[in-house]
Structure formats: C-alpha cells, structure tokens
C-alpha cells in the first residue's frame, strides 16, 4: 500500500526549461549566437547548467573556462528564476488529491537549494509538500539512493511505501536501489535520448493525473 508519494522537480512537477533556456541563451545572445528553441533546450533542462551549457557551447566540466561560464548561467537563472516556469497541467489537481487523500508528499531534486526553495515558495508549495531535498543537502546526488532515502526517513515512511515520479533516467536508478517504485513522466523532458520503456520502471504516466489511477 502507497502511504507517500515523492516527485522530481525539474520536467516533472514544474515546466522550468523556459527560465533556464532564459538564461543560457541569454548567454548565447552576448557571445553573438542566435538562441536556442525553447523544445531544444527541453531535453537537456534536467540535466541542468552542465547538460545546458553542453548543449549551448559545447563545453563540459573541467574545460577552460567552464567554471566561468557555470558561475555567469547559474546567476542569469538566479535573476529570472520564476518568470516563465509553471506547474504541468493537471499537477495541481494531483497534488489536491493527494492532501485530501491524507498522502503525504515531498520532492527530491538535484537542483541546488539556492533555486530549489525559492522556486517551490513561488510555485505555491513551500507550505504544502511535506519534505524538499535539493542536490545539495546530501552527500550524494541522484541517480545514487541517497536523497530519496534521506526522504523518506523524513516522511517516516519506509522506501517501499513509497514511489518516486521523475522524467529521466537517473530518476529510475535511484528509485530502484531505494527499493522505491519508479514511475516516469513521460510527459517531461525525458532527456537522455533512450526510450523511457527501457529504463526499467514497470509504470509510466502521460498526464500528472494518470498517477491516481496507479494510486
């Protein structure tokens, strides 16, 4: 029996990918290039500013100056963190069903707390999620068990009371060495090129809504 229910953040509960496409193409503008679709910078968004700035630049960690470049997006997204980003449609109503069913629920991400509280404060939902974990609040970060298992704890639900929602891959790693029921988004970002029937979850959701028929 379900008796919690935990989320990713990033191409899950909230479309983010226009705020962060904000900033890297920001960047992109003052170097002279021409910014990036809105639908390319999706499917890298929730691999944020290292999966971004590859995209963008062609530049990964340890490259010349790609601190610098790191640094410059993540203070552009810093200034225009909730602009254009909204919940997915129908996931408010999920989330309303989920309290008025008296199942708590939370959110692992492995986006920086500096975004992750900010952003969920403005999105409305602070007060109401029961557990937050950012990438930087543990040792590790998703796809290692860690986060999801620091969350639980919180929830004081064991692992295999809960599932986990998220729309990439690492989501379902993660999930699956918690011994925590993955189910993937596949109306997220779904970024890494794989079809998400072969990352090794038994269940997949077109619509945020499509999880109470699981529940």
Known sequence: MIKAVLFDLDGTVADTAPDLGHALNRQRIARGFTPLPIAAIRTEASAGSRGLLGLGFNIKPGDDGYDLMRDEFLDFYTEHLCHDTCLFPGMIELLDQLDARSLPWGIVT??????????????????????VISGDETTHTKPHPEPLLV???????????????????????????AEMEPIIARYGYLGNGQSPETWGAKYLIDHPQDLLTYL
């Open 151 to 177: 969350a639980s704890r919180k929830l004081a639900v064991a692992p295999s009371d809960c599932i986990y929602l998220g729309d990439d891959m690492r989501d379902v790693t993660a999930s699956l060495a």
């Open 110 to 131: 492995n986006k920086p707390a500096r975004f992750t509280h900010p952003l969920i404060q403005q999105l409305g939902l602070q007060l109401r999620a029961a557990c």
